[in-house]
């Protein structure tokens, strides 16, 4: 998929570079892929010479949307566009979000203002945007020259963005602690059974270290608003599913998302008063009751509303005003005219017509 373009390569294959050569040849246009695919065009093709793809090049477009705690439209965020790992100031004036799809630069909406600004300036994709207790700097990663980084820059843009951790795997940015001592981020393994763990970097120390770990993946692991626990997603019961445990202490620990869903549960995020825990199910957004105390203690957890959304940390929803305004980064509904599936024949010619 070159854009929004199928093509088809029919020079040889060069083994010395483990590539192709020679340019592509376009044989579908308006094709649907890119962010939603992980870059992989949705096609297929017949040994009669037939091939059919989806639709769809504005497919992974998403609107910045401010819900109720009922699912009702509230108002939205700029216009449409490739949005990902939405992140509220806490002061509530700002927003940074990465915008890209192959490539991404993160900027900031000034919610006053209605106006953004371009943030990162990265040779490299910019992700995963979080901001310091304080909203004076920012922390995201990247990966200029190591395969994963954590960099932090004053979100004044008057100083230079410092590299603070590097990792030969990917990692994923999930919380800042709210005494600004810990960046938590999720850590893919590059062999043996564990897929990713919860990690934590010391500000203070500049050193990381495994928080969450075990022969399960464990990962988007979020902190309550008082600092005493950390919910994160887990697949040790064979699918994911949202458990909180003591934090910095692991005394005591509990699967929360015991709705009974047959799809996975992801992407846990506290309510800002600490009184409910969001989470995803498939399409659905659910809440879970907690009453503060000395031990956890939590209620059944309740679908709030549907919801369309990118997968993964993409789709994470952030929570405010005491759980009554959440923003939800959402898929618009389709459009019937730009979607569903085109069917070519004989589109094997257009290699014949270079």
Not at 67 to 87: C, F, K, M, Q
Not at 247 to 276: C, I, L, Q
Request: glycine share 10%; hydrophobic share 35%; with cysteine.
């Amino acid at each position: 998929l070159v854009g929004s373009e199928m093509c088809i390569r029919d020079s040889p294959f060069d083994v010395s570079t483990l590539g192709f050569t020679g340019d592509p040849t376009p044989v579908a246009s308006d094709v649907s892929g890119g962010a939603i695919s992980w870059g992989g065009a949705q096609f297929g093709a017949s040994e009669a010479d037939v091939l059919v793809h989806l639709r769809g090049t504005q497919s992974s477009n998403t609107v910045l949307t401010w819900r109720d705690h009922d699912g009702n439209v509230l108002d939205t965020i700029g216009e449409p566009d490739n949005y990902w790992s939405p992140a509220l100031s806490h002061d509530g004036s700002r927003l940074a979000v990465e915008i890209g799809m192959d490539a991404s630069d993160i900027w900031i909406y000034d919610l006053q203002r209605d106006s953004r600004t371009r943030f990162s300036f990265e040779t490299a994709s910019a992700r995963h945007p979080l901001w310091s207790p304080d909203d004076s700097r920012l922390a995201y990663s990247s990966a200029r020259e190591a395969q994963g980084e954590i960099w932090v820059r004053p979100t004044s843009g008057l100083g230079d963005a410092e590299l603070v951790f590097t990792a030969d795997t990917s990692i994923i940015l999930t919380d800042w602690s709210s005494d600004g001592r810990l960046i938590l981020f999720d850590y893919q393994h590059l062999a043996g059974e564990d897929d990713l763990d919860v990690w934590a970097l010391d500000m203070e120390t500049l050193e990381a270290k495994a928080l969450v770990s075990g022969k399960f993946s464990q990962n988007q692991a979020r902190l309550s608003p008082d600092g005493r626990w950390i919910a994160y997603s887990s697949n040790e019961s064979g699918k994911n599913e949202i458990y909180v445990q003591g934090f910095p202490e692991a005394d005591g620990r509990w699967m929360v998302s015991n709705d009974g869903g047959a799809r996975g549960a992801y992407t846990p995020v506290w309510g800002d008063d600490g009184r409910e825990l969001f989470y995803r199910r498939g399409n659905s957004v659910l809440a879970i009751p907690v009453t503060p105390g000395v031990g956890f203690a939590f209620g059944t957890p309740r679908t709030l509303f549907g919801l369309m959304s990118k997968s993964g940390a993409g789709s994470a929803l952030v929570v405010t005003d005491n759980g009554q305004r959440i923003l939800c980064n959402e898929l618009p509904p389709a459009d019937p005219s730009k979607s569903g599936a085109r069917l070519i024949q004989h589109w094997s010619t257009a290699l014949s017509v270079r």
